[in-house]
């Protein structure tokens, strides 16, 4: 996958796509940008990365949403809305925010970030729509390791290696690195888009913005 930055000038342009499993509104996001990207000639970088450290230096404890009730009543219904226009379920998790890390490190074993375990197979960003699917459409609990291998047998992929993986030292390293660079780009919420030239786009409702301004500034 492209390194955010690296386009020659035949090359597509790069869109980093920071997103965090927890993140209602990166459900109807991440279902939607791969058609998307494809029709505007834009490449994908997918960032999993963790939000809960950086609420935690803003001195939440939890999602915004169930901090403050009202809004996060208006954003359970908004969310209903934007899913019924794109024909998608919606199934609240059992847990809400999931607890996401093991997902997240999946998906870095996925999308190429452990090559040196011989598992970063081409699986990793079905992968990460698959995990949105199974939290907001048919409403499971993510932060289960059983759920998760259930999705890579879906996909084909032996979920063993993978689990095994995912709880490498380096793993581990690397979902902490995307973490801190996030918070370095002044990331705050999922999901973000960062185009090559570092402009940033933050929400569901953002993307086509996003993938305009990644071409515009190629």
């Given at each position: 996958m492209a390194e955010a930055g690296s386009e020659t000038p035949d090359a597509a342009p790069v869109l980093d796509v920071w997103f965090e499993f927890a993140s209602t509104y990166s459900y109807p996001a991440m279902v939607r940008i791969g058609p998307l990207a494809a029709a505007a000639g834009v490449a994908l970088?997918?960032?999993?990365?963790?939000?809960?450290?950086?609420?935690k230096a803003q001195g939440w404890d939890t999602s915004p949403f169930n901090l403050y009730p009202a809004k996060g009543r208006?954003?359970?219904?908004?969310?209903?809305?934007?899913c019924a226009d794109l024909g998608l379920p919606l199934t609240?998790?059992?847990?809400?925010?999931?607890?996401?890390?093991?997902?997240a490190r999946v998906a870095l074993v996925g999308l190429g970030a452990a090559a040196a375990e011989g598992t970063g197979a081409g699986w990793g960003e079905a992968f990460c729509v698959a995990v949105y699917r199974a939290a907001?459409?048919?409403?499971?609990d993510v932060a289960d390791?059983?759920?998760?291998?259930?999705?890579?047998?879906?996909?084909?992929?032996?979920?063993?290696?993978?689990?095994?993986?995912?709880?490498?030292?380096?793993?581990?390293?690397?979902?902490?690195?995307?973490?801190?660079?996030?918070?370095?780009?002044?990331?705050?919420?999922?999901?973000?888009?960062?185009?090559?030239?570092?402009?940033?786009?933050?929400?569901?409702?953002?993307?086509?913005?996003?993938?305009?301004?990644?071409?515009?500034?190629?």
């Open positions: 970088r997918f960032r999993p990365f963790l939000l809960g450290p950086i609420f208006y954003m359970w219904r908004d969310l209903a809305r934007v609240r998790p059992p847990v809400f925010p999931a607890h996401t890390m093991l997902a907001f459409g048919d409403g499971r390791a059983a759920v998760l291998a259930d999705i890579l047998a879906s996909l084909g992929v032996d979920p063993g290696p993978v689990l095994t993986a995912a709880g490498s030292a380096a793993i581990k390293a690397k979902l902490r690195q995307e973490t801190e660079e996030a918070a370095r780009r002044d990331i705050f919420g999922s999901p973000s888009f960062v185009t090559a030239g570092g402009e940033l786009f933050w929400g569901n409702d953002r993307l086509e913005q996003a993938l305009a301004w990644a071409k515009r500034a190629a």
